[in-house]
């Protein structure tokens, strides 16, 4: 049995997540990383913004920072920036993340700051009731958009590749064992790493979009994933309605805040 | 700072200089005009202090940035003018929430919206004080020289670390851009306080639990004490809760830690007030219209006097209220359409005359003169 007690904070639970969410996988996953990677504790901020994942923090006992909407990932540069020492981890959702968060995403992408980015992606608002979000497929229903969204979806690890982050990982609740591996992988590589894990919703996303039960819908994510090797051989029209999961991005590239205290010493120096 | 005890320089040099003097050693800010040489001077010369600059994507980001940079323990800045005032508003609640320590430079322009980039205004007086949502504590101070925007960033920072609450600088164009001569303190005379540390054991430390003081010792992020911070109403435990008798407890105590305080937050000066029958209540760059026109007044016969605010928030109702025992007629002038006359008006319970300009020009001593003029017969 892996010892998760050894990280939570068990006088707050129970915790607030609906049956069958898939917050408590992730948050599990995260947990045997971090003791695979053996990072003390003390060492660990976990900074999130607002919505259902954001509420992660209150649960484990580490420097844990819950703030505004989309907002986690500028507290986490100031943190990063103040305390170099200080291992970042970031939870954050769709909606957090890359609707009202969205400008801050890209920008630490670009900067490479080194953190890790835990992306719950639900395609819906659970938080404020089962709102549409930027992920939410064209035609799949909310409650804002009760003749099923209108919208394209952002394809969020496409985006984060593209601004400029040097790990790039995208994969399910189903492949929780996989992702606790992706998650120590990123917690070891320097600059920023985005894990952009799909998970159901029962409550605000199965439900309107009649998509059964939480059963159902991880067996959905087994059915339709492709690993990201099999998919670089595939065409477009083989890989349409599927996932891909896996490695997507993996680069070296300088990170932003070992390069500003060299910068600190370089000026001191002359 | 080095030898020299004095220097030409603008205000917002100064204001950058009293920073690192103060000790901040992170900024974050998102280049606005008139506000973009406290960035310039700060990119430069933080990393040879040791310390972080960074230019962030937006002002809500620079905000948050300084609120993640204080929790470490490092003193925190960013400067900024009307428009990106208004994105900050939102983390500048949560650094009151959270009672994070923090300075927030606004060098005021005409607004609202883009209004006059390049020109003065000190139209941001009443966002200072309720511009983010829901009660809370505030404090803005006021310089209107260059040496005032010296010694007043330093306090700012200061007041900010003794009642961990975000302090606004407000400056205005003219102070930020005027270039003068100022003589620095010595070093040895300046007060520089640093938040109080807990020196509870963690396994028993609270973060919001409070003694005698209503201000919690703070515990810096990633020292040994794991705890919460949230922007959520919270328990002396710092975990959110909707307990309505543990919410009420935290407001009150947000709000009381400055009320309680205010005597010795409150700061104005008192000009030739001792024998005058008409206090001009000035700030900013008013103030050194104000003076100069007191000064006329009294060579023509009239007993003028000014009262020059340094602390806005929290306002000095208290002193006023005082003076109007004695003192018949207050004159305001201002560079809005009478923000600080409402709260003279409240405080005296008259109506002041006001003095109000919002066309981006500076209300001139004449100005002043004429309105004492017209009042004193």
């Known amino acids: ?270 | 700072m080095n030898s020299v005890t004095a220097k030409l320089m603008t205000g917002n040099e100064a204001c950058a200089e009293a920073a690192l003097f103060a000790g901040m050693r992170f900024f974050a800010g998102y280049p606005i005009t008139p506000s973009s040489e406290i960035a310039e001077v700060l990119a430069r010369r933080l990393p040879l202090e040791g310390g972080v600059f960074i230019q962030m994507e937006d002002e809500l980001a620079s905000m948050a940035a300084i609120i993640g940079a204080s929790l470490t323990g490092t003193k925190s800045m960013t400067a900024t003018s009307g428009p990106g005032f208004s994105l900050m508003q939102e983390n500048i609640g949560y650094a009151c929430m959270a009672e994070v320590p923090c300075v927030i430079v606004n060098v005021q322009r005409g607004g609202p919206s883009t209004g006059l980039p390049t020109l003065p205004s000190q139209g941001d007086i009443m966002q200072a004080r309720w511009g983010t949502h829901g009660d809370h504590p505030a404090i803005a101070v006021a310089p209107a020289t260059v040496r005032e925007t010296f010694d007043w960033t330093i306090r700012a920072f200061n007041l900010s670390e003794q009642y961990r609450v975000p302090v606004i600088v407000l400056l205005d164009e003219i102070v930020a851009h005027v270039n003068e001569k100022i003589v620095f303190p010595k070093p040895e005379e300046i007060e520089i306080i640093d938040r109080q540390r807990t020196n509870t054991p963690p396994e028993q430390f609270m973060p919001y639990q409070v003694t005698d003081s209503a201000v919690p010792p703070f515990a810096d992020f990633g020292s040994g004490y794991r705890y919460h911070v949230t922007g959520l109403s919270h328990d002396e435990t710092g975990f959110p809760t909707n307990d309505p008798a543990k919410v009420d407890v935290l407001h009150r105590r947000l709000s009381e830690k400055i009320e309680r305080n205010k005597k010795s937050i409150i700061h104005y000066k008192k000009i030739m007030l001792d024998d005058a029958n008409i206090c001009v209540v000035a700030y900013g760059s008013c103030a050194r219209s104000a003076h100069r026109a007191i000064r006329h007044a009294r060579t023509i016969g009239i007993k003028a006097g000014m009262l020059q605010l340094h602390v806005i928030w929290p306002f000095p109702y208290d002193m006023l209220w005082e003076l109007a025992q004695r003192i018949e007629t207050f004159v305001v002038p201002e560079m809005n359409l009478g923000q600080i006359a409402h709260e003279v008006a409240c405080a005296t319970k008259r109506n002041p005359k006001q003095i109000n300009r919002v066309d981006g020009g500076l209300i001139t001593p004449e100005e002043i003169v004429e309105q004492i003029n017209h009042v004193s017969v």
């Open chain 1, 1 to 270: 049995m892996f010892p998760y007690e050894k990280y939570l904070r068990r006088n707050r639970l129970p915790h607030i997540w609906c049956t069958g969410c898939g917050c408590g996988i992730i948050l599990k996953a995260m947990l045997r990383a971090i003791e695979h990677c053996n990072i003390p504790k003390d060492r660990i901020a976990l900074v999130s913004g607002i919505g259902c994942s954001s509420r992660t923090p209150g649960y484990v006992d580490f420097n844990t920072l819950h703030t505004t909407h989309g907002r986690a990932l500028a507290f986490a540069t100031g943190l990063k920036l103040a305390k170099p020492e200080l291992k970042i981890l970031v939870v954050t959702g769709d909606g957090d993340a890359t609707a009202i968060g969205g400008n801050h995403f890209i920008h630490a992408a670009r900067r490479n700051l080194d953190m890790t980015v835990l992306l719950y992606n639900n395609h819906i608002y659970g938080m404020t009731g089962g709102q549409v979000s930027p992920t939410t497929p064209q035609g799949k229903k909310g409650s804002t958009a009760p003749y099923g969204s209108m919208e394209p979806s952002f394809d969020i690890s496409g985006l984060a590749i593209a601004a400029g982050a040097s790990f790039v990982v995208r994969t399910t609740c189903y492949h929780a064992v996989q992702l606790g591996k992706f998650i120590e992988k990123s917690l070891t590589k320097k600059g920023f790493s985005l894990i952009e894990v799909l998970t159901q919703c029962p409550t605000y996303y199965a439900r309107p979009n009649r998509l059964g039960t939480v059963v159902d819908m991880l067996r959905w994510y087994k059915e339709n994933s492709i690993p990201a090797e099999r998919a670089r051989k595939m065409d477009e029209t083989e890989k349409a309605g599927k996932i891909v999961v896996g490695v997507l991005h993996d680069v070296e590239r300088t990170e932003f805040c070992e390069e500003y205290y060299k910068l600190i010493d370089r000026v001191r120096k002359e």
